[in-house]
């Protein structure tokens, strides 16, 4: 990634794009397209293609006789979304990199507004969020709790982690310079939790820009209560098994205790909540997510998200 310095009136964007045998891709690119480019900037888009065949370089090409902006296809097989992701770092060249996935849209100002705020705060990774937008089929109580959205999660005030699904990175940065995805974790899903959970334990900040809008089009594979509790549970095992890393056993009972009481706490307040699917279902996912807390520190093998002979056994969103 480049290190030049920052030129605010003139800075280059590399846009990362990784994808697996995904049709929606045209439309992400197609929104790319779209976007309301701010003066002096120029971009570059990457599509990094994660199949064991280079099996999205002819619809990449196709798209980019009549692109608006420099559009590359990096081939980098397979299967495992740390090397996709890895592929886009090693191809990056600009002042900025910026991270979105396969099944989303970026509305016009997204770009704007994480540049924006990466300029004015000097942060080291800037997120953004991901609107969910569902199918009719969807379950009601899903759409008012807004289950598939993403946001930041901010402890005491801080963002210690993030995701890929919409960020963007400052190449020069010494926090993302040199950084990697762990491999270990391409198959399984929390590799961008573990990327960013590094960056800040390095000492890098995290800004969020809530204008800088991504949707998402949840398929009907994903409106189901137990794809939602698969991916709570991995996601707690992620901050599980971070938690161990960072902690000696006595600490780690500590840790283990707290996630213990915490699921017990979501359990029984979903059991009041029984007549409310609004309320209560989000309240069982929470307590999911402890339970996969547990797993983590425990060491327990995390579930493989990634890897699949489909598109659908895949996951753009991990966190």
């Known amino acids: 990634m480049s290190t030049a310095l920052l030129t605010p009136l003139s800075p280059s964007i590399d846009i990362c794009i990784c994808t697996f045998r ?12 779209d976007l309301d480019v701010p003066d002096g900037v120029r971009l570059r888009v990457i599509v990094a293609d994660n199949d064991i065949t280079p099996s999205a370089r002819e619809r990449v090409e196709r798209v980019a006789e009549g ?18 992701r890895n592929a886009c770092l090693d191809a990056a060249s600009g002042d900025f990199l910026a991270f979105v996935d396969d099944d989303e ?3 016009r100002p997204w770009l704007g507004a994480l540049l924006a705020t990466a300029l004015d705060t000097g942060a080291d990774a800037v997120l953004g969020p991901v609107r969910a937008i569902y199918r009719p089929g969807a379950p009601g109580w899903m759409r008012r709790a807004d289950s598939h959205s ?26 993302v ?14 590799e961008d939790t573990d990327f960013f959970s590094r960056l800040y334990q390095a000492g890098g900040t995290i800004a ?6 991504v949707e998402e089009i949840v398929p009907d594979g994903r409106a189901r209560f137990s794809w939602l509790a698969r991916r709570r549970f991995r996601m707690g095992q992620t901050h599980g098994r971070l938690l161990a890393n960072g902690s000696v056993p006595p600490r780690r009972l500590v840790h283990l205790g707290l996630a ?60």
Request: proline letters at 6%.
């Open 260 to 319: 213990g009481l915490k699921a017990g706490y979501c359990f029984a307040a979903a059991a009041l909540l029984c007549p409310f699917a609004a309320r209560r279902n989000p309240s069982i996912l929470r307590g999911i997510m402890h339970v996969g807390v547990t797993a983590g520190l425990l060491g327990l093998r995390e579930i493989r998200q990634y890897g699949g002979p489909s598109p659908a056994a895949e996951h753009g969103n991990a966190a």
């Open 67 to 84: 692109f608006p902006h420099e559009l590359v296809h990096v081939h980098a097989p397979a299967r495992n979304i740390s090397i996709a």
């Open 150 to 175: 993403t946001f930041p999660v901010r402890v005491r005030g801080e963002i210690r982690t993030g995701y890929t699904c919409n960020v963007l990175l400052k190449g020069a940065s010494p926090f």
């Open 208 to 213: 969020y820009a809530p204008e800088a809008w």
């Open 22 to 33: 995904r049709d929606a891709l045209l439309d992400t690119l197609r929104s790319v397209a």
């Open 177 to 190: 310079r040199g950084r990697r995805f762990d491999l270990s974790l391409g198959r399984s899903g929390g």
């Open 105 to 107: 849209t970026v509305t």
